[in-house]
């Protein structure tokens, strides 16, 4: 019996002993892993605090005011390469100075944030290189200061979607204009007679002065482009502030005389043969449809709903485009299936009256060139005369002058002078 407890004894402290080792080995290694892990968070505190201090290293050359995102460039600073706007962080305006007279590719580079390029006292530049921005940016309108002649490809970067771009009549050359996909950019084109085979890509509509209209209509399709074509809205015609540095407006050049093959513009002539000039105020696009489709001297069904179909795409008023292109199909003669019109689709908003007169200096071109194919059968129908009625309220024209005008011009007619 003294011997067993002696052995029960002897494992007891055994044991004792070795759950002391047991734990004292466990308090040791938690020791170990807490000043692990306070080493860790140490370190990476360190790193956080170094990336933070990367961030916001202040620019080698101050360039001017950087406030709330806006940088005013100072006065005196005449060039811009890759480098000036370096550690300069979340832009979103800058205002670029009078003594600006040179700019490098790359000057605005992964500025995501970016909305508004502030060109307004800029007079000296004369070139907006490739790729002056690079990166995607937030810009929703970029004005290209009048006095530059060129500017190069891809200049705004992978811009916003719609953004849209003026461009001066001083522009002699322009390049492609941005990196997007979208091909939805809105310009303003006062240039005279510039390329457009690499705008016309990125574009959805381009606008141009009137009397430029006629060229431009010509080159745009010759491009084969899905772009339309514009007149400038009224209240853009004298966008840039100094008319003075605008190039002169040339007078309207006379369309070619081919009803089909060329587009002519909007008519600017002889009211005596206003009546017979063909639509050539919509989209090349839309005249080529019109083209093929009035080729073989008919025009069928399905034919005239893929041509109205177009039309409504583009935004035109259907009422109006119905009258003009009825008045085409009688001057060429074209033979039309019996069919019956598909209903009526909503018109779109009217658009601003354009301040530009029409040939007899009573209403607009577009109003009396509506009320002088109206009337080409010497006659006007209710369904024609309801169209120049809207069109005439939609420009805020009196009605009653409107009616004189009309009953004028058929008296005219019947008498042949028109």
């Known amino acids: 019996m003294g011997l067993f407890k002696k052995i029960f004894s002897d494992v007891a402290d055994e044991l004792k002993k070795s759950l002391e080792e047991t734990k004292k080995e466990m308090r040791n290694n938690l020791e170990e892993m807490k000043q692990n892990a306070m080493a860790g968070f140490t370190d990476s505190t360190s790193n956080?605090?170094?990336?933070?201090?990367?961030?916001?290293e202040e620019p080698k050359i101050l360039l001017g005011d950087f406030s709330d995102g806006v940088l005013t460039i100072r006065e005196g600073i005449t060039e811009l390469d890759g480098e000036s706007l370096e550690h300069y962080k979340r832009i979103r305006k800058i205002v670029f100075p009078a003594s600006l007279e040179n700019l490098d590719s790359y000057v605005v580079d992964e500025q995501h944030q970016l909305e508004e390029l502030d060109f307004s006292k800029v007079t000296k530049l004369k070139t907006i290189p490739d790729d002056f921005i690079s990166g995607e940016n937030k810009i929703s309108k970029f004005v290209i200061p009048n006095g530059v002649t060129e500017v190069g490809s891809g200049f705004l970067g992978d811009a916003k979607s719609g953004a849209e771009i003026f461009v001066p009549a001083s522009v002699s050359k322009l390049g492609f204009i941005s990196e997007n996909s979208n091909n939805d950019m809105i310009v303003y084109l006062f240039a005279a007679d510039i390329d457009i085979s690499d705008v016309e890509s990125c574009a959805k509509t381009l606008y141009v002065l009137p009397n430029y209209y006629a060229q431009y209509a010509k080159k745009l399709k010759d491009c084969y482009s899905e772009a339309s074509l514009r007149e400038m809205p009224a209240d853009k015609?004298?966008?840039?502030?100094?008319?003075?540095?605008?190039?002169?407006?040339?007078?309207?050049?006379?369309?070619?005389?081919s009803v089909l093959s060329d587009v002519p513009p909007i008519p600017v002539s002889n009211p005596k043969t206003e009546g017979k000039k063909q639509l050539g105020v919509f989209s090349a696009r839309l005249e080529s449809i019109i083209e093929a489709a009035l080729q073989d001297g008919v025009l069928t069904q399905k034919e005239r709903e893929v041509i109205l179909r177009r039309a409504e795409k583009e935004g035109e008023d259907l009422d109006e485009f119905e009258l003009l292109f009825d008045a085409r199909l009688a001057q060429l003669g074209i033979k039309v299936e019996e069919i019956e019109k598909p209903s009526a689709v909503q018109a779109p908003e009217m658009p601003q009256n354009d301040?530009?007169?029409?040939?007899?200096?009573?209403?607009?071109?577009?109003?009396?060139?509506?009320i002088h194919n109206a009337i080409e059968a010497g006659s006007i129908t209710e369904k024609a005369r309801e169209i120049i009625i809207k069109r005439a309220q939609a420009e805020g024209e009196d009605l009653d002058e409107v009616d004189i005008y009309i009953?004028?011009?058929?008296?005219?007619?019947?008498?042949?002078e028109l």
């Open 48 to 56: 956080s605090r170094d990336d933070d201090e990367e961030d916001d």
């Open 237 to 257: 015609q004298n966008f840039y502030a100094n008319p003075a540095d605008e190039e002169p407006t040339p007078a309207a050049q006379p369309a070619p005389s």
């Open 407 to 416: 009953q004028s011009l058929l008296q005219k007619k019947e008498m042949g």
């Open 355 to 370: 301040s530009s007169r029409g040939p007899d200096g009573m209403f607009s071109e577009r109003l009396e060139f509506l």
